[in-house]
């Protein structure tokens, strides 16, 4: 549970809401970006950024090796298909905007 | 378990293995007095068991599995207080799963999903809002458990359901904090920790400045790690360069992740949205000062404590697990009378054995059962 999976920010689903798409592992969903967001800064520059995404919240901008590693770690550990199957399974929002 | 060669950098592995060895036996500990290291991090545990770190250590190194798995330290007062208000027939239960299998004093979530309560595991916080706002009718209630690394998302989902105004939803906050829970542990008396490794992912949201106390204090060492085997071992040389040179100092090695002052938009909205209990109790450990969390008076209405009735019991953990002093480090888990017979992670007894993080399930799926004989 205290895992955080590296996902990177595609797309924008909601400015005012700071709702961003993320790209985990081929998985995409709505993931809040208040804690990564930028005082000042459009949500657009989001895009491309790789996040920590805990829980449906993108927690912490890693850079790409680093994304690169956890991912190599948690498939290692076991935990990447299971965050994955619940990231599916367990959302009730859609995975991903349907514009 | 794996060996040294199939790590991501099996050379930097072994430089470090050998550098650990090196220092250690500087310290003039004996094999009776070994130099103990509390990972406080569920997820340490898992990658300590899963690489399998100790097997590669000098034996003068020996790795404590501190109380950082939220759902092992959950008393089962609190599963029986979820399983009653997921009972309620106006209820929608919704849970991260790995809460769902937590035995309660009569039944675990998934039991009482069994018997009919509508319990629906989600990923998100966020989709239990999704579930208050389709279902204007039923009352949504998101079981909030975790530390400081999923805090802020029940937060901010609880700001948002105030923003939304949607009048469906609360929260049944169980959130725990590890800072009066560490000082918790090193007041025990016979507490023998000599450092600790500091987990990554809280520390990404509270930084490093909440754990000087514990090198001002009490004089132990804390280095807070990544989950790569390379970073568990760089965080335990850290450590023993500090007790080989006298000193004690909170340390980042994960500074790629963990700034040093934490998430300030993550903690601006724990703060806003939590206030301290008074007291909150642990599985194993009872109670301890200020360890949790509830709802400010502000976001009072998304209190499912408020909102419902629970029976808020408190249950005394089976007499036969010995969770509370694997969590302290007095006992190894293959010490527990029930561990691996009447508890195993299909048909768990006690909290360590339902999580992959908890120590008791790490040493039953890893074999960790030298010294057994």
């Known amino acids: 549970m205290c895992l955080g999976i590296p996902g990177r920010i595609v797309a924008i689903a909601d400015e005012d809401a700071m709702l961003a798409v993320v790209d985990v592992s081929g998985v995409r969903r709505t993931v809040d970006v208040v804690c990564v967001a930028q005082e000042g800064e459009p949500l657009e520059a989001l895009i491309g950024v790789w996040v920590l995404v805990h829980v449906g919240f993108a927690m912490s901008r890693i850079d790409e090796e680093e994304a690169a590693a956890t991912l190599k770690v948690l498939a290692e550990i076991g935990e990447m298909e299971g965050e994955l199957d619940a990231m599916r399974t367990g959302s009730v929002a859609p995975l991903a905007p349907a514009n | ?373």
């Open chain 2, 1 to 373: 378990m794996r060996f040294v060669d199939e790590f991501r950098d099996p050379a930097l592995a072994a430089a470090l293995i050998r550098e650990i060895g090196t220092i250690c036996a500087t310290l003039g500990r004996a094999k009776d007095d070994p130099v103990t290291v509390m990972e406080v991090c569920g997820g340490h545990t898992h990658a300590i068991f899963r690489y399998g770190l100790e097997g590669l250590l000098p034996d003068l190194i020996e790795f404590v599995h501190g109380p950082g798995c939220p759902v092992c330290v959950l008393p089962m007062g609190r599963v029986d207080d979820c399983v009653a208000i997921a009972e309620r027939p106006e209820v929608i239960f919704a849970t991260f799963g790995d809460a769902m299998r937590v035995p309660g004093s009569r039944k675990s979530l998934l039991q009482a999903k069994a018997d009919g309560a509508d319990v629906r595991m989600v990923y998100s916080p966020l989709d239990a809002l999704e579930l208050a706002r389709r279902n204007p009718d039923r009352e949504v209630v998101f079981f909030g458990l975790g530390f400081e690394t999923t805090m802020p998302s029940t937060a901010l989902t609880v700001q948002r359901a105030a923003r939304e105004r949607i009048t469906n939803f609360s929260l049944f906050c169980n959130h725990i904090t590890i800072i009066p829970t560490l000082r918790a542990l090193l007041e025990q008396p016979d507490f023998g920790i000599d450092g600790f490794i500091g987990p990554g992912h809280v520390s990404m949201v509270i930084g490093t400045a909440p754990y000087r106390f514990i090198a001002e204090e009490f004089r132990k060492p804390l280095v807070v790690a990544g989950f790569e085997p390379i970073d568990l071992l760089q965080s335990l040389l850290m450590i023993l360069r500090q007790m080989a040179a006298g000193e004690a100092r909170i340390e980042n090695q994960y500074a790629r992740v963990v700034p040093e002052r934490g998430n300030p938009s993550a903690l601006r909205a724990v703060e806003e949205v939590y206030e301290p209990r008074p007291t909150f109790e642990w599985r194993g450990l009872g109670s301890i000062e200020r360890s949790g969390v509830r709802l400010r008076e502000p976001y009072a209405a998304f209190d499912a404590e408020r909102r419902f009735a629970v029976p808020d019991v408190k249950v005394a953990d089976p007499a036969a697990c010995r969770c509370g002093e694997v969590l302290t480090g007095a006992v190894k888990p293959w010490a527990c009378p029930v561990f691996g017979t009447t508890c195993t992670p299909e048909m768990p007894l006690g909290a360590l054995m339902v999580s992959s993080e908890g120590a008791c399930a790490a040493y039953y799926q890893y074999g960790g059962l030298r010294g057994a004989a």
